[in-house]
C-alpha cells in the first residue's frame, strides 16, 4: 500500500530525515513515536505528498508520486489519503455537514451524492443530529469526529492522523482512538498515526519509533 524508499529531507543545513525505509500494507495501523524534533511530522507531511523528498521515493497504491506533477498530484492527494490533524481546520461559518463535504466538491461529486456520502459517515461517527451545526457549537471531541468523517469522504486508501488527540481529554481520546481501528475493520482503510499518546501507539499493529530523524525501532503488536 505504502512504500517510502531512501527519505532524506534538510530545512538548510538542518537534516531532518535520514535515509528513512518504510513499509505499509493495506489495512494495517502504525502508530509513529518519539520525540518533538525526531521527524515525525516531516516524514508523514512527505507521505501525503504535501511535502517533497530531497532524495528517496514514495510509492502509494503502486504509484510513485514523484513522478506526478503538481495539479495530479493534488487530484491523486484528494482522492486517495485522507488527514486528521490536532487542530481540526474545519472551516468555522460552515456547517458539519458542510465542511465534510468539501474535499468530495473538490473531486467533482455532486451536491446530492456529497451529502449522502458525508450524512451516512455523520451517522457512523454518531453525529447525524449535528450536521446542521457549525464548528463553534460543536465540543472538541464532536469536531475532532467531524474532521475525521471529512478525512474519509473520497473514501480514500490511506489515513495519515498528527497528534488527532492532542486536544482532546481523556474520554474523547479514547473514544477517537477505538474509532480508527472499528474504521479499519468496517471500511478496510489503512492508517499511519503520528502520536505523544502511549496508549494509542500500544494499540497499534505496529509500533514505530524515530530519533534523530531515523526509524530506531519497530514492534508488531
Not at 529531507?9 to 500494507?25: P, Q
Not at 457549537?137 to 480514500?156: F, T, W, Y
Request: proline share 4%; glycine share 10%.
Amino acid at each position: 500500500m505504502l512504500k517510502a524508499s531512501s527519505i532524506k529531507k534538510s530545512y538548510g543545513d538542518l537534516l531532518i530525515l535520514k535515509d528513512i525505509d518504510l513499509e505499509v500494507k493495506k489495512g494495517e495501523v502504525i502508530s509513529i513515536t518519539g520525540p518533538s524534533g525526531a521527524g515525525k511530522s516531516t516524514l508523514l507531511h512527505i507521505i501525503g505528498t504535501l511535502d517533497k523528498p530531497d532524495s528517496g521515493n514514495v510509492t502509494i497504491n503502486g504509484m510513485d508520486i514523484s513522478r506526478l506533477g503538481e495539479k495530479k498530484l493534488s487530484a491523486f492527494r484528494n482522492r486517495f489519503i485522507g488527514f486528521v490533524f490536532q487542530f481540526h481546520h474545519l472551516l468555522p461559518e460552515f456547517t458539519a455537514l458542510e465542511n465534510i463535504c468539501m474535499p468530495a466538491f473538490i473531486a467533482g461529486k455532486t451536491l446530492p451524492a456529497a451529502e449522502k456520502e458525508a450524512r451516512r459517515l455523520l451517522d457512523m461517527l454518531g453525529l447525524g443530529g449535528r450536521s446542521g451545526h457549525k464548528p463553534s457549537e460543536l465540543s472538541g471531541g464532536e469536531q475532532q469526529r467531524v474532521a475525521v468523517a471529512r478525512a474519509l469522504i473520497n473514501n480514500p486508501a490511506l489515513v495519515l492522523t498528527d497528534e488527532p488527540s492532542g486536544n482532546l481529554d481523556s474520554k474523547n481520546s479514547g473514544e477517537l482512538h477505538q474509532l480508527f481501528f472499528d474504521l479499519r475493520d468496517e471500511l478496510g482503510q489503512t492508517f499511519v498515526i503520528v502520536t505523544h499518546h502511549a496508549e494509542l501507539a500500544a494499540m497499534a499493529d505496529r509500533r514505530l519509533q524515530m530519533q534523530d530523524g531515523k526509524i530506531v525501532s519497530g514492534s508488531d503488536q
